[in-house]
């Protein structure tokens, strides 16, 4: 066929990958051929901004390696990333809501004696987080592995840190006791802006977006026979909550913290003047062959 023209051409792409016999890979193909000449035709894109939308993508390229990856950050603030997840993790009663990994997760951290204190009191408010892990049933899941890891009181994770050249910091592994529980010290992290210095972070400027993401603690938690949860606890009364610049906020996962005066911390060990209780329990989905 010659000719083609605005009216004959998405079809005639579609047409073209009709031949494809992985029937998923053709459904991904046609569905983003319609869906990016709908596009184009919606917007009647210019010449220039074809062009512009070229460079842009080879500069979000050219600011991805091992330690960056902007094409991921893109996802995030276009809701792409948040969009996955939700079709991907429809979660039952009884579970914890997912949402994003983020950048900032290195596998799994350094398997970490409950009670520890990642941070020292010195270097913010002194926090006690604690959590049990449990079935849907509200059992108590024993020797889950629980990976976390957060921002210090600055809104910098531990490998934006230079000075701490790779050491992990604000970051480990915990397992759960005999109870499903868990339980460390540390202190409260802060909001922070994700990446902008590359073409996301100008992408957000020019339309008039922050940066920001609301305080949070990551946890990335996995049991035999379970899915493994990657999720969020975010501080209550964060101001950022309500306009997360990566759609990564679910009221279920909003956590209070409770300002406390003792002279201990829950698990017996002295605490400083004031420090704040986190507590959380997580519920993890069965795996669906288990
Ligand atoms: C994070 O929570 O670490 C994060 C998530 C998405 C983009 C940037 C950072
Ligand atoms: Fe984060």
């Known amino acids: 066929m010659l000719d083609f023209t605005e009216h004959n051409l998405t079809d005639a792409v579609v047409d073209r990958f009709g031949a494809c016999e992985n ?4 459904q991904i193909v046609q569905a983003i051929t319609r869906h990016a000449h709908a596009f184009v035709k919606e917007v009647e894109l210019t010449q220039e901004e074809w062009v512009e939308a070229i460079d842009f993508l080879t500069k979000t390229g050219h600011m991805c390696d091992d330690r960056r990856q902007e094409f991921i950050l893109l996802s995030d603030v276009f809701g792409v990333s948040m969009l996955v997840d939700a079709i991907n993790h429809r979660m039952p009663e009884g579970t914890t809501e997912t949402t994003v990994l983020g950048p900032f997760y290195l596998g799994e951290h350094k398997l970490t004696a409950n009670g520890a204190t990642l941070v020292s009191e010195e270097e913010g408010d002194p926090i006690f987080i604690e959590g049990t892990i449990k079935a849907p049933s509200g059992s108590p899941i024993v020797d889950a592995v629980i990976d976390m890891w957060h921002t210090d009181a600055e809104g910098l994770y531990d490998a934006q840190k230079p000075e701490l050249h790779g050491a992990p910091k604000m970051r480990a592994q915990f397992k ?11 202190v409260v992290p802060s909001s922070y802006p994700i990446p902008n210095d590359g073409p996301v972070g100008k992408l957000l400027d020019a339309t008039k977006r922050h940066y920001m993401r609301p305080a949070h603690i990551h946890f990335h938690i996995s049991a035999p026979g379970y899915e493994t949860l990657v999720t969020h606890v975010f501080l209550a009364g964060d101001p950022w909550l309500e306009s997360d610049a990566v759609f990564g906020v679910k009221k279920s996962l909003i956590a209070d913290l409770t300002k406390s005066n003792a002279s201990h911390y829950p698990d017996n060990t002295p605490a400083p003047k004031s420090w704040d209780l986190l507590h959380y329990d997580f519920g993890l989905k069965p795996a669906k062959n288990s």
């Open 176 to 186: 759960s006791d005999a109870q499903g529980r868990f339980w460390f010290k540390s």
């Open 23 to 26: 029937p998923r890979l053709k």
